[in-house]
Structure formats: C-alpha cells, structure tokens
C-alpha cells in the first residue's frame, strides 16, 4: 500500500501521483490558433482541481511542430498556469522526433518552465531496443522523463518488457505513461518496472483510456526473484481527462482514496464500464480512433470552451455515425458531465 505524501514541488507531485488532462489545442475556423480560448482551456483544467498540464502531446496534436505552433502553445500553456494559480502545476510537455529534434523541444520546454518531458518514440519505429535506449538516455539528459507507451492504432510502437527494464533504469525517469489500450502490453511495463527494481522511484500513470477506473483502482502483481511485487497506479495522464475534468478530477481523488483503502465499493466498480462507454464515443473506436481528437473537441464545442471541432489537418474531423454517439453518452451519462461547472465559469475563463 502506498504512503501519503504532501508534494510541496511539481515533481513531488508527479511522483506521488495526480490528475494530469491532455491539452487540447483550440483553433478558429481558419484552423490558425485561437489564443483566447487556448488560455481558456487551461484555466478549466486548473480551476477543476488538475494537478498539472500535459501540452505538445497527441490530444495536442503533434502536428503543431509542422504548424510552428509548438513553442508558442507550450508557452501560452506555461504563463497561464503561472498566472492563473500559486499551487504547485506539474508541466507536461510532449517531446517527439528523432533524437536531436527531441533533445531541442525538451530544451524548449525546459527553458518554458516544463518539469517533464512526455517522450513519444512514434518516429522511431524500425529502430532496435538499443538505438530506443540510446535515444531515451540522449533526451533524459535534458529533461525528466516521461515514458509514453502509445498505443499502435495512433502511431505508437510495440515495446516488450526488456525495453522497459533498461527505460525504468535511467536515472531521469520519473513515470512512465502505460496507454497500449492493452492488458498484455501494460503488463510488459510493469514486468520491465519491476525487474529493474525502480517501481517505488518511478510513477505508473494510465493512459488507457478504455480503462481509467480499474487501472486506478486494482494492484498489479508481478513476480521477482520468485516473489510477488505489488504496483499501482499512481495517477493518469490522459485524452480522456480532457472533458469533463472537474467529474474526472473528482473520481480520480476517489480512486485513488479506494486503492489505499482495504476495499473497493461496488459502485466504484461499476462505474468503469460507464466511463469506457463514454470513452468509446469521444474516441471513436468503432472507426479506429480516427476522429479521437475532434471527439474530445466536440465535447468542449458543445461546452462554449471550444468555437468548433477543427483540426489541424482538414481530414481529421469527426467519422460518419461519431457525433450520433457522442450524444447517446452525453445523454446515458449525464451524470458523469460537468456542464453546470463550465457554464458557471465559462465567461471569467474567457475573458
């Protein structure tokens, strides 16, 4: 069972575990940014209780390098969180590319006040466990570390357990994302976290956004040296989290507070497939995830946070059968939406 603890900085806080949204990036109708209502987003999250901003990472869409957006999102992100709040904001930024682009944005973001880098290795699919490595230590070098284990089915890698017991051994590793939307794969990180006796050092953060509440909630038990090793989650980092926040804030607090209990209430229980019910709307499963970003937009655009769905790419939008979806949960879980929240603060956030 893990102990409490009082984190007075952002990584103390990282790695006693929070509530972290995947930034969405706002645009206007010309799909140029719209500072106005970027600002607005991260005065949501912070006002809902989150315990830090992930920015530049896929909910982001990792298009705004192409765009020339990335400094300028990360930075709008960084003052308006130092503006908006006194208490301790974890900074996530999304690091990607091949090592020397990805060594440069975590400078960038250091330099913008980030406390960790999210680090994507979608570039450098067809490279060996050794050349990942190297590149992970290369970047690991100029900022905290972040592991992301991006599901396939967005542009993520396949990595195994020996991948992740030489990543938990870098010394500036301080969580890893697990979002395979995988048992198997989630299981590999924990293996490799455990094998290289690293699993108090570095916080596990759902990023399976198919299974928030049980991932938050149920131990992980994997054996060494012939005993068992017990891991949770600590927190999540999540697209998800993006919609909703305050409710999802809330359940995050109540997961958490079940999983150091010594027992888990039924309700809490059922609420999981209520919340992947949701998921599966907002991420479009049913074609592949390919409108999973214009989904969460759609939400925040019904919300007034939003002024429309666009993307960067035209392409990406909405699939045919998505937005009937969106608004069968909205309506089966209304409960689990926190409209009220953002009606009452939408104008001082806006303003």
């Known amino acids: ?45 912070i006002d809902a209780g989150a315990g830090g901003l992930a920015v530049g990472v896929h909910t982001t869409q990792f298009a705004i390098r192409e765009a020339g957006l990335y400094e300028e999102v990360l930075s709008l992100a960084s ?5 908006w709040t006194d208490r301790p904001l974890a900074m996530v930024a999304g690091v990607t590319g091949p090592t020397r682009q990805a060594a440069l944005e975590a400078r960038t973001a250091v330099k913008l006040g980030y406390h960790a880098g ?10 060996d466990t050794d050349a ?44 890893i994302k697990v979002a395979p939307f995988n048992r198997y ?29 049980l991932d938050l909630i149920m131990p992980l038990v994997t054996m060494r040296a012939g005993r068992p090793v017990t891991v949770r989650f600590r927190g999540g980092l999540l697209g998800h989290w993006s919609v909703w926040t305050k409710k999802a804030v809330a359940l995050y607090e109540r997961c958490r507070a079940a999983s150091l209990s010594a027992s888990i209430p039924p ?13 599966s709307a907002f991420f479009d499963v049913a074609n592949d995830f390919h409108g999973c970003i214009a989904g969460c937009h759609e939400i925040l655009r019904r919300q007034g946070l939003l002024e429309g769905i666009w ?9 045919p059968g998505q937005k009937e979806e969106i ?18 603060n939408l104008e001082r956030w806006l303003g």
């Open 311 to 319: 993307c960067l790419d035209p392409n990406e939008g909405l699939s």
């Open 1 to 45: 069972m893990m102990a409490e603890t009082h984190p007075t900085t952002p990584l103390e806080l990282i790695g006693r575990g929070t509530a972290i949204p995947a930034h969405p990036l706002a645009l206007d109708h010309n799909r140029k940014l719209d500072r106005r209502r970027q600002r607005a987003l991260s005065r949501y999250y």
């Open 79 to 83: 003052e308006t969180a130092r503006e």
């Open 327 to 344: 608004e069968r949960v909205c309506t089966s879980h209304a409960d689990l939406a926190d409209d009220d929240f953002v009606a009452q």
């Open 132 to 175: 990942l490595i190297d590149h992970c230590e290369a970047v690991s070098r100029e900022i905290p570390l972040i592991g992301f284990y991006l599901q396939p089915a967005v542009g993520g890698l396949d990595l195994g357990a020996d991948f992740w017991t030489r990543f938990a051994a870098i010394d500036n590793v301080v969580a």
């Open 118 to 127: 999210l680090l994507s290795l979608a570039a450098m699919k067809g490279r």
């Open 267 to 279: 309700d809490l229980l059922a609420l999981d497939s209520r919340v992947t019910d949701c998921n």
């Open 185 to 213: 794969r989630t299981l590999d990180v924990v293996r490799g976290l455990v094998e290289a006796g690293s699993e108090n050092r570095i916080a596990l953060y759902t990023g399976n956004d198919d299974h928030i509440i």
